[in-house]
Every structure is written in structure tokens, then in C-alpha cells.
């Protein structure tokens, strides 16, 4: 099916675009009155993304109200430890609670390589998604990195320092590949599955990437998230043709390494400067990024004058806007839809 909206993927691939695309992370969320009134009726967050019909509806909600450049398949990270054998809860402010937890060996042995087929609901609100955006924008994909998803199979909750993944790391550093290694294959089926059912791109999310040492950020995450870019790409025809864009909050330090990945787009948080980063990663790639969540906070002229700065900054070519985290929940929608509104309206002078 042809893309009525293309520029997402365009400025992935660095084509030249008339205007710089925009989309947010957790831009279906609950800065959306209308997501909290789907919320409320389908009682729990997990039944919302288990249920097709209420994960399309709210996916689709930011493209309507918020008028984003692509919409982002309403779902959660955590979805793969639970195809592997460790089911999770979602606590109303608290976040995921996972029941088991991994620490050895046999533990490792017993959880499951998923494939697509184990996460059918994902892929069926794919299909029915992309029936009702019927073109209008992209669907994002997405998947946890593999770091990024030990550390809840390790924790069982989120956590300030991860301390006890990171101790993990530190104390049986073989056990910890195997674990990645389990993460990394069901990873990939799950994101071939993705783009085979009708994601129109990826996003890997390295949300702990901040909390290693560069060193081993290499060892323990890049190396997979690299694993993963490599197997998608390899297949030339199908999942090789979609772009994926790497995403790791607080891996200043990592920006060089990244600019080597087999993807075509790495996000920035707020902490990374735009030049700099652009220096470190090189020209190939194209940047998303990187507005601070909490200028959201600000009033609308303030929000209009950083908008464009940024845009500014990062240039016409091989930029994505987005912004450097996810939106909070507490975030005015009119904030948000400023923020929309000044990035489509700007052009650069030619
Ligand atoms: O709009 C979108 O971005 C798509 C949907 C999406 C969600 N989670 C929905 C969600 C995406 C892409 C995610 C990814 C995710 N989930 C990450 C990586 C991105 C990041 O923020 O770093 C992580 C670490 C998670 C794990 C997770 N899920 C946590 C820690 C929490 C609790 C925190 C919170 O905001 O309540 C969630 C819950 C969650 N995932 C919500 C949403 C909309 C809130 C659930 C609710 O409605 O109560």
C-alpha cells in the first residue's frame, strides 16, 4: 500500500524532504483526555494492548488529535519477557511488577526463544491498524534493547540504579550473554514479525543504555543491538528494506560506535548536543530527536522559539523530530500540539 504521508521514512533514508517530519515518543499515552477514557473502560493497561480493536484505536489517536507524522503501534517493551516466561503486571503508579525473576542458569534454560506467533495479538493489532490508517502515515514498530529488557528480567521492576542487573553483569558476565543471546533471537522474530505484518519501520528502545560504562555498554548491549540491525538487514527484500532507528537514553559516550550500526537513524536525548553528535556519528546517518520533554512545561512562544532553534540546528537533511524521552503524562495537549504544529509550519529558507 502506498504511503499517502512518506517523509518519516524519507528522511530516514536521508531523501530530501519538503518539511521536517515530526512524531513524539509515548505520543499515545495519557496526555490524551481521549486515551484516558480508553483506559477507564478497558480496565487494565495489558488488557488495552491484548485487545487488537483498543490498541489500533489508541495508536491511531495521536495522528488524529495531535496530527504526527506517524503513528507508533500502541504496546510495551515488557511484552517480550512475558513471551519468554515471566509474566508481568502494570501497578498504577508504580509501573511493571514482574512475579518471577531471572538469577540463574536453570532459569535461563527454562525461558522460551519467542517468536511472532507468541506475541499474535501485537502483530494482529499491526494488521488492523494499518487496515484503518488506510495510508494516511507510517506505523512505527518497536522492541526493547536487549540490555534493556535483561534489566527488567533481572530486577522485576524498574529501578533507580539497576544495581542488581548491573551486579549481574559484574559477577557472571558468561550467564549474562546467555541471557542476552535468548533476548536478542526472540527480539528478532519478534521485529521481522513486526515489519512482515505491515510496520513501516522500527524503533529499538535502549532505555537503561545511561547506567553502563562505555566498555560495557559495548559488550552487553551494542553487540546485540548490532545482532539485531545485521538480521534484519540481511534480508534484502523483506524486513531489509524498512528502516530502524536505535534509540539509547544516556549513551553519550557510545555516539561513535553507534554511527557503525547497520540502522539508518539514531535518537538523541537532550543531553547529547546536536553538533557534537552529528560530528561523532557522522553524515550517514539520519538524527532523531531531541527536545527536553519538560520545555513542554513552558509557555507557547517559548516552546514555538526552541522548536524551531532545534530545527535550525540540525539542518534540513537526515532529521527526524522528536523529542529527547518520552511525553509525561502531566504535559498540556495544546503544549504538545504547539510543538506539532511549529515543526510542520517551519521551512527552511532555500
Ligand atoms: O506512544 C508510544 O510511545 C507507544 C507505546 C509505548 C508504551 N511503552 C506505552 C505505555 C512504548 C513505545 C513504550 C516503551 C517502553 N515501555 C519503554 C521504552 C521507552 C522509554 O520510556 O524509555 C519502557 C522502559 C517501558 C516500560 C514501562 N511501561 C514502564 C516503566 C511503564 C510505567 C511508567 C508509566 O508511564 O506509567 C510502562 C507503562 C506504559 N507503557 C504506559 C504506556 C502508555 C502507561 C500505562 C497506563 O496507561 O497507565
Not at 504496546?75 to 512475558?82: G, H, Q
Not at 488506510?134 to 533481572?154: C, D, E, H, K
Request: with cysteine; aromatic share 8%; charged share 25%.
Amino acid at each position: 500500500m502506498n504511503l499517502k504521508n512518506d517523509l518519516i521514512i524519507r528522511a530516514a533514508r536521508g531523501e530530501q524532504v519538503e518539511r521536517t517530519p515530526v512524531w513524539l515518543m509515548r505520543q499515545a499515552g495519557r496526555v490524551l483526555p481521549e486515551y484516558r477514557e480508553v483506559r477507564k473502560q478497558a480496565g487494565s493497561f495489558i488488557n488495552m494492548i491484548k485487545t487488537p480493536e483498543l490498541a489500533t484505536e489508541v495508536t491511531i489517536q495521536p495522528v488524529d488529535i495531535l496530527g504526527v507524522d506517524a503513528a507508533i503501534i500502541f504496546s510495551d517493551i515488557l511484552v517480550i519477557p512475558e513471551a519468554m516466561g515471566l509474566p508481568y503486571d502494570m501497578i498504577e503508579s508504580r509501573g511493571p511488577w514482574f512475579e518471577k525473576t531471572v538469577a540463574t542458569e536453570e532459569d535461563i534454560r527454562n525461558l522460551h526463544t519467542a517468536d511472532a506467533g507468541d506475541l499474535h495479538y501485537v502483530i494482529d493489532a499491526i494488521k488492523l491498524t494499518k487496515k484503518e490508517l488506510n495510508g494516511r502515515v507510517p506505523l512505527i514498530g518497536f522492541a526493547g534493547a536487549p540490555w534493556t529488557i535483561f534489566s527488567y528480567m533481572v530486577e522485576g521492576h524498574g529501578s533507580k540504579t539497576f544495581s542488581k542487573a548491573k551486579k549481574f553483569l559484574y559477577t557472571q558476565p558468561h550467564l549474562a550473554h546467555q541471557l542476552l543471546e535468548k533476548i536478542t533471537q526472540s527480539t528478532i522474530h519478534y521485529l521481522e514479525g513486526q515489519m512482515n505484518a505491515g510496520a513501516d519501520l522500527v524503533q529499538i528502545f535502549d532505555s537503561w543504555a545511561g547506567i553502563l560504562s562505555p566498555e560495557q555498554y559495548n559488550e552487553f548491549s551494542l553487540r546485540y543491538i548490532a545482532k539485531i540491525c545485521d538480521a534484519l538487514k540481511a534480508k534484502k527484500e523483506t524486513t531489509g528494506k524498512k528502516p530502524i532507528i536505535v534509540f539509547a537514553k544516556g549513551a553519550f559516550f557510545a555516539r561513535e560506535e553507534m554511527g557503525k550500526l547497520n540502522c539508518d537513524a539514531i535518537g538523541l536525548d537532550w543531553n547529547m548536543d546536536i553538533t557534537e553528535s552529528r560530528k561523532l556519528i557522522g553524515t550517514s546517518k539520519t538524527l532523531q530527536g531531541n527536545m527536553d520533554p519538560c520545555l513542554l512545561y513552558a509557555d507557547l512562544p517559548t516552546i514555538k522559539k526552541e522548536a524551531e532553534k532545534m530545527l535550525r540546528e540540525f539542518g534540513p537533511l537526515k532529521h527526524i523530530a522528536n523529542l529527547g524521552h518520552g511525553l509525561y503524562p502531566d504535559i498540556e495537549k495544546d503544549n504538545v500540539k504547539c510543538l506539532v504544529d511549529t515543526i510542520q509550519n517551519f521551512r527552511f529558507k532555500s
